[in-house]
C-alpha cells in the first residue's frame, strides 16, 4: 500500500472524492439534488441494458422509514451515520427478464453508484458508501423481492462545519491517509504481472484545455 496522491491530471471530481463520515445533521439534502443524483445513477452503461440497478432512498420526507434504515446499519456505522440526513440502499437486479441469473448486475450497479457518487462531489456532498448493514433485515422491512440483492447503503449529505460533539476515533480516522495499491500492482500490459511500462504525464496545454463533449 501507499499513501494515495491524486495524478495531476486527474479530472478534480475524481481527485477530490474521498468516503467522508462527517455530515452535517441538521442540514437537509434538497430533493431535487436527490433526484439529479439518481439520474446520473441512471445514466450509467450496464450490460445489454438490462439496467440491474434499483434505489430505496430514505430521508427526511418518511422518518419512519430512514429510522428503519438506521437501523439496519452496524453499530460501527450508526456511530456516524444516524448524522446522515440520506441514506439510500443499493440494490442489484439479479435475475434477467428471461429467468437467467445476471453475472454483470453487480458491476452495472458500481457504475451506477459512481456515476451518482461523482454527482454528489459536483454538488458539495459528502457520500459515504457502506457495507456494514443487514441485508436480510432490509429485505424484510423494505419489502425487498426475490432476485434483489441490497449490496451498498450510500449515506449522503453536507460537510460538517462543525466538528464538535464527534468522537475522536471518527476524527482519527477521517485524518488518516488514502491508501491504495500501487499501479504496478494492479494494471499488467499484455499479460499476467508483466510491468506496464510509466507513461509521462499530460502536456500542460491538454491539462488546461476544456473536457471534450462526449460523443
Same mark, same amino acid.
Given at each position: $500500500? ?8 486527474? +479530472? ?42 434499483? =434505489? ?44 437467467? +441469473?445476471?453475472?454483470?448486475?453487480? +458491476? ?32 424484510? $422491512? ?5 432476485? =434483489? ?8 449529505? =453536507? ?41 509521462? $504525464? ?14
Amino acid at each position: $500500500m501507499e499513501t494515495l496522491q491524486p495524478h495531476p491530471d486527474l +479530472h478534480p471530481l475524481i481527485a477530490q472524492r474521498r468516503s467522508s463520515r462527517l455530515m452535517e445533521p441538521q442540514r437537509p439534502v434538497e430533493p431535487w439534488k436527490i433526484q439529479l443524483l439518481l439520474e446520473a445513477a441512471r445514466s450509467a452503461p450496464s450490460s445489454n441494458n438490462l439496467q440491474p440497478w434499483r =434505489y430505496l432512498i430514505f430521508d427526511e420526507r418518511n422518518p419512519e422509514a430512514l429510522q428503519k434504515a438506521r437501523e439496519c446499519l452496524t453499530p460501527g456505522n450508526q456511530k456516524w451515520a444516524n448524522c446522515a440526513p440520506v441514506l439510500i440502499l443499493a440494490v442489484a437486479e439479479e435475475i434477467r427478464p428471461d429467468g437467467r +441469473h445476471n453475472p454483470k448486475a453487480f +458491476h452495472d450497479l458500481g457504475t451506477a453508484n459512481e456515476n451518482l457518487i461523482l454527482q454528489a462531489i459536483a454538488l458539495g456532498l459528502n457520500v459515504r458508501p457502506m457495507g456494514g448493514f443487514d441485508a436480510e433485515k432490509a429485505c424484510r $422491512m423494505f419489502n425487498i423481492p426475490s432476485g =434483489y440483492t441490497p449490496v451498498i447503503m450510500l449515506a449522503i449529505g =453536507y460537510p460538517a462545519k462543525n466538528l464538535e460533539g464527534i468522537s475522536e476515533d471518527i476524527l482519527e480516522k477521517e485524518r488518516s491517509p488514502r491508501l491504495r495499491l500501487p499501479l504496478s500492482s494492479i494494471a499488467f500490459l499484455g499479460i499476467w504481472e508483466q510491468p506496464l511500462p510509466q507513461s509521462e $504525464m499530460a502536456p500542460s496545454s491538454l491539462r488546461d484545455s476544456p473536457t471534450p463533449p462526449a460523443p
